[in-house]
């Protein structure tokens, strides 16, 4: 049932697995489109429950739950990177599931994802498998220090990460991750981070986001800007891997690739830092600084409906609402030029995503 | 519990009664704000229900429902004018209702409502009661030639209307118009036809959309521009109006009201037509082509939370989408800039609107 060239009739129904607020705006931009969302969540309180009315709050591994959801369903996606892979295999046997589960098992594997990024002859910082601590030892004589260790799996807002200065600081850094499978890469003294986020069709059609300036803090987004400010060449650069990979993946749907951009010598380049087979943060400004958002281009996608050509509105700064920020929607709502927008969460727990604010300015 | 300045919590939820486009998008705005709506409709196909995860399918009049669906609210608002007077009464005695129900008395009869602006000392066509043959006839002598005989309540999209050349004409017309208590009007040769979309808050604040200027056929919407093609003054004028009807409400919310460019002399004046006390077809462009949309200043309005200052993108064309245009969908969705909306309607029977596109093009 991997159909990737499904086309829905309106009035169809979209499976979503994941419940958080990027399903919730996947399926505020269904809506729309006169296209229908069934989300399958294991959480009661998942903000995306709110929004549709069909619902399944159910355990990944509950195949009866499952199974209803898919007979319930014409094509399934996801708004998270860590479905189960027998939840993706079991649903695939079922209905059309996009993008398709080999994406999953790539980027579920910080090694697997990197091994595929340098296999298309896309740069990435110098990395190494670990699986012991004599093989961080060895691994770190190898790529050098400063390093980062991460979890090969399961890793996200900065989770599962260490910094390793010295050799005399890996133990500790192999016990900070709970001494799971890792990947140990170079740190990348880089000028600053950016996204690409790319929408593609079954057809081969890509059509890409101009190019996003991310600024992070305690390791979670804190700040988008576009466009990015980086030189014309570099940002085409940027976007040719972006396509690259979505390619190499047959992607159906919105993707993104973080990057760094580092200075060699007198020129700039970029290096793969992540892929989210998935809507992005970073893409929230979407929703208000472009003719077309990213939630849309992934349910067009989906659906088989023909992508949109982004046409951006301005210079555009997106603003997360993180744990107790969001105390302060009152003084955003009265702000001129800003679009607010908060998830419907229940408790505003630090480092929590409660909402996001966009400020649209002319160029 | 008329209290007008009431102030939701995000979370909170609004009860909207009707569940048809209107309340749909109304719906959608809400969830961008972390608001969630609840939706009342006798309709079991109500599209407003796809979007929401709460519904009441029942009756205006059954009192059960109704107080049910009070207890589960904070706030009540409606997507159409015909709200039953006993409906929005019983309500009222439960949860604030917003805008206030006198509004409704008020513009639920076409007589009631052009008194109520020709007592604001705005502009009207010449109007007469009519409530017999002789009444008409009489009233047409007064008015003149051609004139549009109207019942007083439950008109929309030209129905309940017949136009009056000539005098042999009148007694076909109140049998057209099934012999209802009637209003009669002047026929006015307009140049053109434009609405104003204000929004208003508690605390007296305005926030009007720019100038809309509306073309139908077969007295239904097809088309609406933005700007209108009208001189600032008289665009200013207009505004200016639509504020005035406002205030004179005490309105809460956002309001629609449908005006006449006519020339007279050298001169461009404007009549008021109608007043909509609801979001609008003509302010749908809102959604694509400006910072804030019809519906969310509604329901920032509603929530008692601070309006936006709306900022239009270019210029905007909207293009309703009626009976079986809407099959049309799959070519709208491939024109570069344009935005789709489906409303997720079952049935494209003739008249019937499907749907609506926006266009935005550079000023």
């Keep these: 049932m991997s159909d990737s060239a499904t086309r829905l009739a309106p009035g169809a129904t979209i499976g979503i697995l994941g419940g958080g607020?990027?399903?919730?705006?996947?399926?505020l931009a269904a809506a729309r489109l006169g296209l229908k969302c069934h989300v399958f969540c294991p959480d009661p309180q998942a903000p995306a429950f709110d929004v549709v009315r069909r619902t399944t709050q159910a355990d990944y591994g509950d195949e009866n739950a499952l199974d209803r959801f898919a007979e319930a369903v014409d094509v399934i996606t996801y708004e998270f990177e860590n479905v189960p892979a027998e939840t993706a295999a079991f649903l695939a046997e079922r209905r059309p599931v996009l993008p398709n589960p080999s994406v999953l098992a790539t980027t579920q594997d910080r090694l697997t994802e990197k091994t595929f990024v340098a296999n298309l002859d896309v740069r990435t910082a110098p990395f190494a498998a670990v699986d012991s601590p004599a093989g961080l030892a060895a691994a770190l004589g190898r790529i050098g220090r400063p390093a980062v260790l991460k979890t090969r799996r399961f890793g996200y807002d900065g989770k599962g990460q260490a910094l390793i200065r010295e050799t005399t600081e890996a133990a500790q850094a192999w016990k900070a991750i709970g001494a799971h499978p890792a990947i140990v890469e170079a740190f990348v003294p880089f000028e600053r981070e950016i996204s690409v986020i790319a929408a593609r069709q079954h057809d081969g059609q890509v059509e890409c986001f101009d190019v996003i300036e991310n600024e992070h803090r305690d390791h979670i987004l804190k700040v988008s800007r576009v466009p990015a400010n980086v030189p014309a060449a570099l940002a085409a650069e940027a976007r040719r891997i972006a396509e690259k990979i979505a390619a190499a993946f047959d992607y159906v749907g919105v993707l993104a690739v973080e990057m760094f951009v580092v200075r060699e010598a007198s020129a700039h380049t970029v290096l793969v830092n992540e892929i989210a087979p998935r809507v992005h943060n970073s893409g929230h400004w979407t929703l208000d600084?472009?003719?077309?958002?990213?939630?849309?281009?992934?349910i067009r996608a989906v659906a088989g409906w023909p992508l949109a050509t982004p046409v951006r509105y301005g210079r555009v700064e997106m603003i997360n609402l993180i744990g107790d920020e969001v105390a302060n929607y009152g003084r955003w709502l009265a702000m001129p030029g800003t679009a607010v927008h908060l998830y419907g969460k229940n408790g505003a727990r630090p480092g929590r995503k409660m909402g996001h604010v966009t400020r649209v300015f002319p160029e």
Tied chains: 1, 2.
């Design 21 to 27: 607020q990027l399903g919730r705006m996947l399926a």
């Design 289 to 298: 600084g472009c003719s077309v958002s990213q939630f849309e281009q992934h």
